[in-house]
C-alpha cells in the first residue's frame, strides 16, 4: 500500500493540472482584492469597515469554493481518469493490489491534491492581505473558516472520484460530475427560490431545518457559507452556518458507493 501511494503523490507531483491549478486557483480571489483595493485599504468612507479584516475573508480567501466542482473535475481527471485508458489499473491488479487498495489509493491522492489547491490558495490570499492591508489579529478565525471548509472540498472531491469510476471513462466521468453537478443545483435553486418567497408564517420548523440540511449536503451550496456567508444567512433565514458534518455524510455515502462500484466494475 506505501508504495502505491508513493506511486500515486509521484504521478500527482509531476502533473501539469496539479502545478498549473495551484498557479491560476489564487487569481480567482486576487481578482477580488484588485477591484477592491480602495476599501480593503480604508480610503473608501462610506465603507461600513475601516479596512480589510477577516470578515473579508469569504471574498478574498474563498471565492474559489464558488467553482471547485471544475477544480476537482481537472485535478482528479488528469490524475486518475488515464488509469483506465491505459489499462494501468489492470496491470495492478495483476500485481497483487485489491480494489479496495487501490479505491483507497486514488481516494487519498485525489483529496491530498485537492487540500493542497485549496489550503495553498487560501493560505496565499490571506498571507497577501495581510501585507498589504495589515494584520487584523484574527489568525485563528481565519484557519477556524479554513478547516470547516475542508468539508465542502473533500465532498467535491469524492463526487468526482464516484463519477469517472462509476463511468469507468475519464471524459465521460468528468462530465458526469460537472452536469450532475449543475442538474442538482438548478433543480434546488429553483426549489430554493419558492421556499425564499413564502412568508415566515406559511413555513413550518420542520420545513426550515429540511432546507437547512439539504443545503448542508449538497457540498456546492454549502461551500457558499464561505464565499458569501450573508447571501447564505438571508436565504435561509438562519444566521448560524450549519455544521460542516452535514457535507461529510454526503462524502462518506459517496465513498461508500464508490467502493462498491469499483469492487464490481469489470477491468476487463
Known amino acids: 500500500m506505501i508504495k502505491l501511494m508513493k ?8 502533473s501539469w493540472s496539479f502545478w498549473l491549478t495551484l498557479l ?19 480610503r473608501v ?9 477577516v470578515i473579508q475573508c469569504p471574498e478574498t480567501c474563498f471565492t474559489h469554493l464558488s467553482s471547485f466542482v471544475f477544480i476537482a473535475v481537472l485535478l482528479i481527471g488528469m490524475i486518475i481518469g488515464d488509469e ?22 486514488y ?3 485525489s483529496i491530498v491534491e485537492c487540500f493542497l489547491v485549496h489550503i495553498i490558495c487560501t493560505v496565499v490570499c490571506y498571507g497577501i492581505c495581510c501585507t498589504l492591508y495589515g494584520y487584523d489579529g484574527y489568525f485563528l478565525t481565519f484557519v ?3 478547516v470547516r471548509s475542508l468539508a465542502p472540498a473533500a465532498a467535491l472531491c469524492v463526487l468526482t472520484l464516484f463519477c469517472i469510476v462509476a463511468a469507468g471513462n475519464r471524459i465521460i466521468g468528468m462530465v458526469a460530475a460537472i452536469l450532475g453537478d449543475l442538474i442538482i443545483c438548478l433543480c434546488y435553486s429553483a426549489n430554493l427560490s419558492v421556499y425564499a418567497r ?23 451550496f454549502y461551500s457558499g457559507w464561505f464565499v458569501d456567508p450573508v447571501d447564505k444567512a438571508i436565504d435561509l433565514r438562519t444566521a448560524i452556518q450549519p455544521s460542516c ?13 464508490g467502493y462498491i462500484i469499483f469492487e464490481k466494475k469489470d477491468m476487463k
Not at 506511486?7 to 509531476?14: A, D, I, P, R
Not at 491560476?24 to 480604508?42: A, Q
Not at 485508458?85 to 489509493?105: E, H, M, P
Not at 458534518?245 to 458507493?257: E, Q, Y
Open 107 to 109: 481516494l487519498l491522492t
Open 84 to 105: 483506465y485508458s491505459s489499462g494501468a489499473i489492470r496491470n495492478k491488479l495483476v500485481a497483487g493490489y485489491s480494489r479496495i487498495q487501490l479505491y483507497t489509493g
Open 45 to 53: 468612507k462610506e465603507s461600513i469597515y475601516d479596512k480589510w479584516s
Open 245 to 257: 458534518g452535514w457535507c461529510m455524510i454526503t462524502m462518506t455515502l459517496f465513498c461508500i458507493t
Open 24 to 42: 491560476l486557483m489564487p487569481f480567482i480571489n486576487i481578482m477580488t482584492m484588485i477591484t477592491k483595493n480602495e476599501e480593503y485599504s480604508g
Open 198 to 220: 413564502l412568508d415566515n408564517s406559511e413555513i413550518s420548523e420542520f420545513s426550515h431545518k429540511l432546507y437547512i440540511i439539504i443545503d448542508s449536503l449538497l457540498p456546492s
Open 7 to 14: 506511486t500515486n503523490f509521484y504521478k500527482m507531483f509531476h
Open 144 to 146: 477556524s473558516m479554513l
